[in-house]
């Protein structure tokens, strides 16, 4: 899906792309498949009111498309086009900071609350499946939905690759299967494990695209990991994209020294 050492909202920002866009992953075996129900036992019929002001639920922007997360009820039914992920994203982060299995009973969609659950009816067939949201996307105009490539096994549209479905919202997660730590736990954190945390800043950005090809091009870099660092100054937003991993301030000096980020210059402590 060192990741939690920063904050939530440089989360979201990084993976926000969801299916097109995630940042570098690791593949993992096949596992057993992690599957819902309609049984109201396994989700709540209301939504935690802290879910209402969560990061997931804050508009943002793909592509220059700008969608609004949106609260939604039991009940509620949406009809459009679904397709399916799997193992090119197998093991890569999702928008709400998980590791994505592909053999787990869960979608992506632009706009649900994260830990929705939902009934997926192939129109074509008749057969439906249920699924948890935990991811953003498809940021396609025609489609709804974003399938995990088990749960679009279940209604026999791996072949087809797209089906004309029917969505309908049964609750929302009971279990607290994902826990995105606060800023005061993240910052905690930090202190914890170093107070010697030193970093490169490669690039900053105004527009989140360009932030995030450049994480994804430099992510693995020589053994380092890219981050974003989303900041609001008097002049608007600025994303920074991070260069991280490095065991001192020397190392850091050492590396930037090299040439390779010409105009890089360290920065030093926690990123909350």
Not at 75 to 88: E, L, R, T
Not at 91 to 119: C, F, Q, R
Not at 180 to 185: A, F, K, L, N, R
Not at 197 to 221: M, V
Request: hydrophobic content about 35%.
């Amino acid at each position: 899906m060192n990741k939690f050492l920063i904050t939530s909202s440089v989360v979201i920002l990084v993976l926000l792309a969801g299916c097109s866009t995630r940042g570098k992953g690791v593949y993992r075996g096949a596992v057993d498949a992690q599957s819902y129900s309609s049984n109201s036992n396994h989700h709540s019929a209301t939504m935690d009111k802290k879910t209402y002001s969560h990061p997931t639920m804050k508009p943002y922007v793909i592509r220059g498309v700008k969608y609004y997360p949106t609260v939604v009820s039991v009940g509620d039914s949406f009809s459009g086009n679904a397709s399916w992920y799997g193992p090119k994203f197998h093991g890569k982060l999702t928008s709400n900071g998980e590791t994505y299995n592909m053999h787990d009973m869960t979608a992506a969609h632009k706009t649900l609350p994260m830990n929705t659950i939902v009934k997926v009816l192939n129109l074509n067939n008749g057969l439906s499946t249920v699924v948890r949201i935990n991811d953003r996307g498809p940021f396609v105009d025609s489609r709804i939905i974003d399938l995990s490539k088990s749960a679009a096994s279940k209604i026999n549209m791996i072949g087809p690759g797209t089906a004309p479905v029917k969505i309908e919202i049964l609750g929302f997660n009971s279990k607290d299967k994902t826990k995105i730590p606060s800023t005061q736990e993240m910052k905690q954190s930090v202190q914890q494990k170093s107070l010697e945390d030193f970093s490169l800043q490669i690039a900053s950005f105004t527009r989140i695209e360009g932030a995030i090809q450049t994480q994804e091009k430099y992510d693995g870099t020589d053994g380092y990991n890219t981050i974003i660092k989303d900041v609001e100054n008097e002049n608007g937003r600025v994303f920074k994209v991070l260069l991280r991993g490095f065991k001192s301030e020397q190392e850091a000096r050492d590396y930037k020294e090299n040439g390779q980020f010409k105009n890089a210059f360290i920065v030093r402590g926690d990123f909350s």
